[in-house]
């Protein structure tokens, strides 16, 4: 069965110790994953050629057609002409990535007149292929909630309005430019973000979101001491309501495909300063497919393999 995990962090380069696209995709082969798409939040952003190449040149020889990665975006034309020139002429770049609120590295757009400029950019340069976003409202984020001791905090820091509202937000500024790509809604882990795709979906908008292993498995009670401050992530674990009708949500088909957003850090950065964000959740994978997904969320087979490879072939079509 051919497995497909469209959104993995991989490290390497000045953040080798935590990771190397060896060693995930080494990973990745273990859980029964044959391709990974690498998102770009490393230390040195991947927006250009320059660190396109880069990144390529770390595959190992002979895994080169089981790794991809995305460009990331930001509110500047050139660097936009450049992202998706490197969309149109590299065969390894899988999308465009646009992180709409800080999370793990610099790259973000947080403001939403750059978001707007954006898409009306990528519109004007007749993008037709896949910007993936993390949604979280940097307005309605609260950094001071967060207390280390109690890792649950986190989760109210980051709260379920701040995803859902970013969602809505795309979803406007995607319609109002005419966006020709499609939108791909990553992590979602709200309920009502999800609904929000949906009516976005009814509007005629190409709009996909990818639901994680932690946030059907785990809920924000599990975020207790040491495991708690590791299972610190962005956007955070939910409420046991939300789980349970995020679950349901996926049952029903409303969500398009498992990704991990796996994203490894030492243990002394997430149980120590600056306690960082990210789970490495690729780890689950096979679990997850083979046991949770069936025996929790009551999905067959058929269901399975769509939500693990055939829709995310479907929507990378161009691509794959």
């Known amino acids: 069965m051919s497995r497909i995990d469209p959104h993995v962090h991989c490290r390497d380069e000045e953040q080798w110790r935590k990771a190397t696209i060896a060693s995930v995709l080494a990973l990745a082969d273990s859980q029964g994953v044959g391709m990974i798409f690498d998102m770009p939040n490393t230390h040195r952003p991947v927006i250009d050629e320059r660190r396109v ?9 002979g895994w080169e057609d089981r790794y991809w990665l995305y460009v990331g975006v930001t509110g500047d034309r050139d660097q936009l002409v450049e992202a998706v020139r490197c969309y149109n002429t590299i065969p390894q770049v899988i999308g465009l990535k646009m992180f709409a609120g800080k999370s793990v590295g610099d790259l973000s757009v947080t403001e939403a007149t750059d978001q707007q400029y954006v898409y009306r950019t990528l519109t004007d340069l007749r993008f037709r292929g896949v910007l993936a976003v993390h949604c979280e409202k940097e307005s309605l984020l609260r950094p001071n909630r967060w207390r280390a001791t109690v890792p649950a905090s986190h989760c109210s820091a980051r709260p379920t309005k701040a995803e859902a509202e970013s969602v809505k937000d795309q979803i406007r500024f995607a319609l109002d430019a005419e966006f020709q790509g499609r939108l791909h809604i990553c992590h979602v882990s709200s309920p009502k973000s999800i609904m929000a795709i949906e009516e976005g979906r009814h509007l005629g908008l190409r709009v996909t979101c990818g639901v ?17 401050r590791l299972r610190k992530m962005n956007p955070p674990l939910r409420g046991k309501e939300d789980v349970t009708a995020l679950r349901d949500m996926v049952r029903i088909g409303l969500a398009n495909w498992f990704e991990t957003d796996h994203a490894p850090h030492t243990q002394e950065e997430k149980l120590g300063e600056p306690y960082m964000s990210g789970y490495p959740s690729l780890e689950l994978y096979d679990e997850f497919v083979a046991q949770f997904l069936p025996q929790v969320v009551g999905l067959t087979s058929e269901r399975i393999q769509a939500m693990t490879d055939g829709n995310i072939v479907e929507a990378f079509a161009d691509k794959l």
């Open 53 to 61: 190449m880069e990144r390529l040149a770390l595959v190992p020889v």
């Open 212 to 228: 994680t292993p932690h946030h059907l498995m785990w809920d924000r009670s599990t975020m207790v001491g040491e495991v708690g």
